[in-house]
């Protein structure tokens, strides 16, 4: 059996960078940049303004009365000068008008028909300079993760309506099983529900990839042929859950190899021992176990950091914390264990306790799970008081 860290290597190595695609900036929150600066061709702001409503004056004429000559919106154009002894009335954002360097707020003007009082001000009070945010010509690092609502802002500000960006990669979900049906669908005997589709459909998009989904199969060599075959034309990523196993009726794994390669087909880790990995075509093909838990598991570890990879992105994105288990977790002792736990603040830290059963035919537990905490090789349990690694899937209270 493969190690975690041999395996996880020996799949990101499969890594290939998607191409570009431009796109509007409106469609490019989540998306990941394809370069990593743009140039400011303008100062932002563009021109000093008030960052208050009030009034726009010179400072050498504070404390005193003031005459209002005019009033300045935000959009303004046209602007009437400030000269000595003079004052204009400024919105939020509106462009400072020429002779004004500073602004005195409404809360400490005194205003009585067409003259102003004013305490002292100090030059340059409440205006924001041109290109205080970024000057011209300023080279605008974008981080190589996922867009943000704050980076699309940034180039928004710039007057950038277009990005280039990584492709998505096509992930095909290919799930087998005689026994699997649609959900919706009724139930003969023997038969279940098809979770797998809908589940690794839903952790592909979440890792920034692009599902296509894949007509289900049932364990016929010649149909899970088929569709590898599809798969391999029209994806970059096949991701097949079931059928890589010892059985009779697994036929996922020897397809694989058959078309292509299999570089390995078993990881020591609990749940998830049976994963197969190779290529068709040279497209990179992972064959996860079909219980959904152990599939689900096996995703995060293996091919959501592939997605990442294949969008130049660095790791899975995820965050390891320390927690202290609250109670004794039995696993395999031959194997890492990926508990299902929930973290939540305790007095002294973090702390971990199971979100249910641990066996792998066990969904709901990690539907209630935040984290996943990691018990090393050659340890029978996860025992209470001590701390371990935990990786974290989602919020903590």
Sequence with gaps: MRSVEDALDAILASGRLTGTEALPLQRCLGRVPAEPRVVATLAVPPFDNSSMDGFALRAADTPGSLRLVGEVAAGASGLPAVEAGSAVRIMTGAPLPPGADAVAPLEVAEEEGDVLRVPPVEPAAYVRRAGHDTAAGD????AAEPMSPGTLAVLA??????????????????????????PGEVLGPGQIYDANSIALAGAVTEAGGEAVMLPRAADDPSQIEALIRRAAAEADLLVASGGVSVGRHDHVRDVIQGLGQLDFWRIRMQPGKPLAFGRVDGVPAIGLPGNPVSALVTFELFARPLIRRMLGLAGSGRITLRAVACELMPKDRERRAYLRVRLANGADGLEARSAGGQASSQLRPLADANALLIVPEGEPAAEAGRAYDALVLGAIA
């Design 139 to 142: 080279a605008v690092e974008l």
């Design 157 to 182: 500000s710039l007057g950038i309506a277009e990005v280039a960006v990584r492709r998505r990669p096509r992930v095909a979900i290919l799930s087998t099983g005689d026994e699997l049906r649609a």
